[in-house]
Every structure is written in C-alpha cells, then in structure tokens.
C-alpha cells in the first residue's frame, strides 16, 4: 500500500522519476565531492537524500514502480546511501593517509586535479567503492 498523497501526482507513479532522480543524484554527489568537505554543503544534501529516501520509502509497496529486478523506488537511496559511505571512507581515508582523497580516473595524474600530491591505490580505492557501495547495498534489499 502506497502512501496515498503521492499517488496524486502521475509523475511520482514513474519509474523513471525515481532511477533519474536517484541515480542522478548519486552521479552529481560524486562528481562533486570536493564540495562535500564542507560541513554546511554536506548537511544539505544528507536532508535532501533524507527526503528523497522517505519518498521512495512511501512508494515502496507501489504496484507501478515494479520491475522485473526490483522496485524502482530502491533507486532513491542511492544519494543517501552515497553520502554515508562518503563521510565514512573519508574519515577512515584521513586517518590511514592524512590527506584528503582525490576521485581518480584512468591515466589520470594529480596535477591534473589541482593537487600537489601523487595519487596512489587509496584514491582509486575510494573512487570504486564510494560509487560501487551504494548499488550494492541496495541490491541487499
């Protein structure tokens, strides 16, 4: 049984709205992660992954939303999800190395980024897992 307000609104019976919004939301928390460092930005995204989580947590029992591997409001934790691994990866990435860490991508060199510092497997340790945990754990579900 879906939560009945949402139902007043054709678009929110999509599937596509909840695999656009949360995986997109995901992409752009990635892709901006150095924005994330600060504490005023990261608490505003957590309240919005928060809300989109409750919204995709209300429709879960939504008929419309099935699909043939799932539901296609589990998408809407991606962001949520994101951002816990994030903050915990982090914190554990500064105390093994004691700089921040660098999304790495292929043949890619910290000049590159701005940073002053060579990138090692720790960077692309956290780049893989900070976008492959999230789709995991929704794959738990």
């Not at 929110?12 to 992660?33: A, E, F, H, R």
């Not at 947590?57 to 099935?66: A, E, G, R, S, V």
């Amino acid at each position: 049984m879906s939560f009945w307000i949402f139902n007043i609104n054709p678009y929110l019976n999509d599937q596509m709205t909840y695999i656009y919004s949360g995986g997109g939301g995901q992409i752009i928390l990635w892709l901006g992660y150095k924005l994330l460092k600060k504490t005023k930005v990261y608490i505003i995204c957590f309240i919005l992954a928060v809300l989109l989580a409750v919204l995709g947590y209300l429709n879960i029992d939504n008929k419309l939303l099935m699909m043939p591997n799932g539901n296609a409001a589990f998408w809407s934790f991606l962001p949520l999800l994101f951002l816990i691994y994030y903050s915990i990866l982090r914190k554990l990435f500064l105390v093994i190395y004691g700089n921040e860490p660098l999304m790495k991508a292929y043949m890619q060199s910290s000049w590159e980024q701005g940073e002053y510092r060579r990138l090692h497997y720790g960077d692309a340790l956290f780049t893989v897992l900070t976008l492959i945990l999230p789709f995991l754990t929704t794959l738990l579900f």
